[in-house]
């Protein structure tokens, strides 16, 4: 979303504790670009949802608005006069306080256009048809958000974590009780902005009040509702326009047409998939919900003990979505050459008894997840667990020759081409000719 950083980490905690699903392994470095991969969602008709979007009120009023200006003159800056300002808000009713809001949205829209110091009716026809009418509503929607860094809600903390906040009241479709969208907001802000204690205690004390007002704002806006349970969810306008800007951002938003045509698939079917780029992670949740968990797990772990290091990426990402129930079939794969030491992993984060893994079982393991990234396209890329750069990059691509691993000189030329850090390309080069070395004496 325009002008906002996720906190990924505490987005996905505060996502999956909303959602009653089993947490991801914290994260512990900055990942504020990675794709996140929200739940499916079901949109409203478009039909039906471009008739409800003159009865937002910030847009009913921007066409009042529109009227009421006819052709006036406006400031340098492009806005009513304070004259004009003081007569549209006695005439039309308009809150004050809204009423640059509502200006923007006029003329960035086209309702209004101003051509030498004038305001007057614009280009945007007023008979739109479907689909413009929802390009209408998305422009109107990126002028609000846009406007968190001029101070929209009039909290700075809100404004500085909207993106999330909306973000995570589209993951839970019942909605969000605005406590918890309080506790959010602070856990993002303390870990992002790294406020002191008394710092903590004042935005503690002062979000609520303020993030009641940025809700009223966003009703006012069209994006959010209170349910009949007093929490707060998304408008189905506002489902459509937040999931659209999540696909401007790259993040994984699907509908629940898009995954259902994957539900249906093998496990071979699906893990192809995934590795072409066809089906991304969102795709994973819907086929394991049609399955057992032991039965599924064990479909994947034959694919995966007998296919490419993408394969072995791809299976790992969704058995990263099954819980002890598939313990069994993955601790079977414990005897398997290539599972062995993801199977060990997996049981280990479950807290399950597990046979301890040697640190050259890691770096095997960094190799078969660089691996991955041969294989793998589009999304599918992005759930593979890849070391981090620096010194102890450098460090395990020293220990890259001596894995037995059959793509680490693969791996190491593709370091060496690829990455931008010229010390891990002068160790990657080196560490080949190592490899490279080895592989010759045991031919011979």
């Avoid at 079901?42 to 009227?67: F, G, K, M, Q, Y």
């Avoid at 479907?130 to 968190?148: I, K, N, Q, S």
């Avoid at 909605?175 to 918890?180: E, L, M, R």
């Avoid at 490419?308 to 079939?329: F, S, Y």
Wanted: with cysteine; proline share 7%.
């Amino acid at each position: 979303m325009a002008n906002n950083v996720f906190d990924l980490a505490e987005l996905r905690k505060l996502i999956d504790e909303q959602a009653a699903v089993p947490p991801r392994p914290p994260e512990e470095t900055s990942v504020e670009h990675e794709a996140l991969t929200f739940p499916p969602v079901l949109p409203a008709p478009d039909a039906e949802l471009a008739a409800a979007v003159p009865a937002v009120p910030l847009v009913a009023d921007a066409i009042r608005l529109t009227s009421w200006t006819g052709t006036r003159d406006v400031t340098t800056e492009g806005h009513l006069t304070e004259p004009d300002a003081e007569a549209a808000v006695r005439e039309l009713g308009l809150p004050a306080s809204r009423l640059r809001l509502i200006w923007i949205v006029a003329v960035n829209t086209g309702l209004l256009q101003i051509l030498g110091g004038r305001a007057s009716r614009g280009p945007l026809s007023m008979q739109l048809t479907v689909e413009a009418t929802l390009e209408f509503w998305d422009g109107v929607v990126m002028d609000v958000l846009d406007r968190a860094d001029e101070g929209l809600t009039g909290s700075a903390v809100v404004d500085g974590h909207l993106a999330e906040m909306l973000a995570t009241i589209y993951s839970v479709r019942s909605g969000v009780a605005t406590a918890n969208l309080a506790r959010g907001i602070l856990q993002s802000h303390e870990v992002a902005c790294a406020p002191g204690p008394v710092e903590m205690r004042r935005l503690a004390a002062a979000l609520p009040a303020e993030l009641l007002e940025a809700l009223s704002l966003l009703a006012y806006c069209g994006l959010v509702e209170q349910t009949a349970a007093g929490r707060t969810a998304l408008t189905p306008l506002g489902v459509w326009a937040i999931r659209r800007d999540l696909l401007r951002e790259g993040h994984d938003a699907p509908t629940t047409a898009e995954v259902e045509v994957f539900a249906d698939l093998s496990a071979a079917e699906l893990v192809e998939a995934l590795v072409k780029g066809s089906a991304t992670q969102s795709a994973v949740a819907g086929w394991l919900e049609r399955r057992a968990p032991e039965s599924a797990a064990h479909d994947l772990i034959e694919i995966a003990a007998s296919g490419t290091a993408g394969q072995r990426g791809a299976v790992g990402a969704i058995l990263e979505e099954l819980g002890p129930e598939a313990e069994k079939p993955v601790r079977q794969a414990l005897d398997d050459p290539l599972m062995r030491r993801y199977a060990a992993s997996w049981l280990h984060i479950r807290d399950l008894e597990a046979p301890t893994l040697s640190p050259e079982d890691h770096t095997w393991l960094a190799v078969d997840s660089l691996a991955a990234l041969m294989h793998l396209s589009g999304p599918a890329a992005g759930r593979i667990d890849t070391p981090e750069p620096g010194e102890d990059l450098i460090k395990l691509v020293g220990e890259m020759p001596g894995t037995g691993h059959p793509d680490t000189i693969a791996v190491l030329d593709m370091l060496a081409t690829a990455h931008d850090d010229q010390a891990v390309v002068k160790a990657a080069r080196k560490a080949a000719m190592k490899a490279r070395s080895l592989e010759h004496t045991k031919l011979g």
